[in-house]
């Protein structure tokens, strides 16, 4: 990307996710799971060794809903590619990719990414249905996901940075990551704000953000704490030792429905959580590099590790 060439672009990201393919048919597949507004593909990468079989708890890492937020692709295809790189040399890469899925999705928004590519700092989709005249058309995927959604924290105006959709799940990236989580989480929780997701529930989802250092779990909607909130708390704390990220619940940055991790989370009782990356849009290459890349895979290894018993934590 202009003047930052440690981000990969859409396409560069998606030739580096093929190339894994082919150097490593054994570990990884190349799978669309939805399609954009204006009809572009959206991708997963799906990395686990073909070979062995068994229940393998599901690892969802999410990056780059919002466009602009370049670091979280970079930081999602650097994982991709190192734990491809360490099977087997890495026993703790080996074990995870042996008995576990990675579901990485880079690129959650690529019409958004392409706009912000071309120097617009771009947060929303790109459905020109909504403030198509304006210059700031589209919809916030993350105040568009169904989970009590339109509670607060989100704007019916659509030329609103922060403008929710005419409905819940009205977006079709929002419909390809959720059909996404329901494949790969079943649900394991009511709808509401009291009954806890059960202690043997596995998976675990993350939605990769920038930026402000920050390790969110939910609720992101309202103050009440998440029923697992035991588990939830200790995990999102055991996080921040890794990237020394500030942990707290969502609702604490400030409060906002129709997040993707009330979703998984709410919904659907996946343990998850939204990290927040850095200090700003655009990082200096050699600061991602040497800081916010270290400190963040670290936190994600860890993450993947406790996938299968996330709520054991407590
Ligand atoms: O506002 C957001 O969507 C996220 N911050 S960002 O600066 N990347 O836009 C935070 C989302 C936290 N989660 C929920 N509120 N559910
Ligand atoms: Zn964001």
Redesign the pocket.
């Known amino acids: 990307i202009g003047g930052y060439p440690c981000f990969r672009t859409v396409q560069e990201t998606y030739a580096a996710a093929q190339s894994i393919v082919q150097q490593y048919p054994n570990l990884a597949r190349w799978e669309q799971h939805g399609r954009t507004t204006a009809g572009n593909p959206i991708y997963r990468l799906v990395l686990t060794n073909k070979n062995t079989s068994g229940t393998k708890p599901k690892v969802l890492f999410n990056s780059a809903l919002?466009a602009r937020?370049y670091a979280t692709a970079e930081l999602n295809l650097r994982f991709a590619e190192k734990l491809v790189a360490e099977y087997g040399t890495n026993p703790d890469i080996t074990w995870m990719l042996d008995s576990q899925e990675f579901y990485l999705v880079f690129q959650a928004n690529p019409d958004g990414r392409a706009r912000a590519e071309q120097g617009r700092l771009w947060?929303k989709n790109v459905n020109t249905r909504f403030c198509g005249t304006g210059s700031t058309p589209g919809v916030?995927l993350?105040?568009n996901f169904p989970f009590r959604w339109n509670t607060g924290?989100s704007s019916s105006d659509p030329c609103n940075e922060?403008f929710m959709g005419p409905s819940a799940g009205s977006e079709t990236e929002t419909q390809a990551l959720m059909g996404l989580m329901r494949q790969l989480f079943p649900d394991r929780r009511n709808d509401d704000l009291t009954s806890p997701a059960p202690a043997d529930t596995m998976g675990i989802y993350i939605?990769i953000?920038?930026?402000?250092r920050l390790n969110?779990w939910?609720?992101?909607?309202t103050s009440t704490k998440p029923p697992n909130s035991a588990a939830m708390e200790n995990l999102g704390r055991k996080f921040s030792y890794y990237n020394g990220h500030k942990p707290m619940q969502?609702?604490g940055?400030?409060?906002?429905?129709?997040?993707?991790?009330?979703f998984a989370y709410g919904t659907l009782g996946v343990a998850s959580y939204?990290l927040?990356l850095g200090d700003a849009f655009f990082e200096d290459c050699s600061k991602f590099t040497s800081d916010i890349l270290p400190r963040n895979m670290n936190a994600l290894l860890y993450a993947a590790k406790v996938a299968r018993a996330p709520y054991q934590m407590a």
């Open positions: 919002h937020e947060r916030d993350n105040r924290g922060t939605d953000h920038s930026y402000s969110l939910p609720f992101g909607s969502a609702v940055l400030y409060p906002a429905s129709g997040g993707t991790d009330e939204t927040e």
